[in-house]
């Protein structure tokens, strides 16, 4: 999503003035984090144009675009997660959602950048750290290779995108085969690509090499297309999840409606 118009915020939100440390143990540089608003929407960037994640100020727990709406789409087939995990965190929308919709989950977010996680605490509402939600500054790859968490997560949502935000930054079949490790035998994830990017169609290849089933949802307006991943391949009963979709729609209000639709166009 390209929205073209000045940050409102020009440097990092946490820059250290600290003495450069030695080649081998210097800390990778980010691009700066920088804000922008316009009609009661916070949208996040990394020193460019392209939206990072965005909050309606007024519903700080909503997922505002409709990507973020669709990466929720695990719902149709996992009604009471135990464990959740977010890799990146752009702006907590998925996070917050998850945190406040489902009362008895644990819910994780990896982030690499800790000037993204300040600046959601900060301008972004994310709450703090408790017995329920836990924020992890580190390398989602580093996430996924942890024998602690294999078999754990019911549903993991994977959005990683640097500042140019045209790509996922992970997208090997190594790492894909990572994330399903970390799901229990009926975890789901969803991922957000780019439909009219190269890296579409080698993020699709490598998650059919590691998932017995993907399938993805139709393109959104800003280009985004949502791919869910199951660990073990189901059979996809339309009428059980139109079903499921209008308890979704009315425990939360997310369009999972709209899915369904998107969902049989595909089969």
Known sequence: MLIKRKSIEKEESSRRAAAPAPAKTRKPKY????LSESDGVRYLHFGTEW?????????????ELEYAQQMMAWMLWVEQPRRIAQLGLGTAALTKFCYATFPQAQVTAVELNPSVIAICASMFKLPPDDERLQVLEMDALD???????????DALQVDLYDATARGPVLDTPE???ACNQVLCADGVMTVNLFGDHPSYARNLKAMKFAFAQVICLPQVHDGNVVAIAFKRA????????KT??????????????????GIAAGL
């Open 234 to 241: 189901r059979e996809i009963d339309l009428e059980a999840l």
């Open 51 to 63: 939206v990072q994640g965005a909050m309606r100020i007024r519903k700080p727990n909503w997922p």
């Open 31 to 34: 691009a700066p984090v920088t």
């Open 143 to 153: 996430f996924v290779h942890d024998k602690a968490n294999a078999d754990t997560l």
């Open 244 to 261: 499921r979709a209008a308890q979704i729609v009315a425990d939360t209000k997310l369009p999972a409606k709209s899915w369904i639709k």
């Open 175 to 177: 790492f894909y085969q």
